[in-house]
């Protein structure tokens, strides 16, 4: 059976050429996809857990993790360098993890703690809190630019 015997072209009134069905015939198979295509698929099947942080930046994390322990240890006595360590901790576990929601958490505690320190004027804070909001930022922009095939795969 070919596709002509299936489809054919009818006139109708007013000569104007119309694609026709015939009914008593059986359908033609769907054709082929072509080559591109089946690439296309196959590689939007990304595994978004196949992404991870790059090693740069959690090596880096680690020796901000390793400062912010030995400044607790060492300098401070503070409740405020206690929680530093634990978020630091956290964080640092989350970039292990490849989890990038408490990272943004991090980046917002943070955030709060630059103001806060801004305003007291705590000038080493500033600096520490500043660099490891542009470290968490970098990470997460990195990560997202690594994971775009999958994020634009999404959308598709």
Known sequence: MTTNEYYNVVINPDDTPVLGINEAVERPPPLPLPEHELEQIHRRNIDIRSVQIRSVYKCI??????????????????????????????SYVSVLENKIDILKIHTFYLSACFTLASYNLYFEYIGYYFV???????????LSLDRRDYYISQLI
């Not at 912010?68 to 530093?84: E, G, H, P, R």
């Not at 490891?132 to 990195?142: D, E």
């Open 61 to 90: 994390h680690f020796i901000m993790l390793f400062t912010t322990i030995m400044y607790t240890i060492m300098v401070s006595d503070n409740y405020q360098s206690l929680m530093d360590t634990f978020m630091s901790a956290i």
């Open 132 to 142: 490891y909001s542009i470290l968490n930022m970098c990470t997460a922009v990195h």
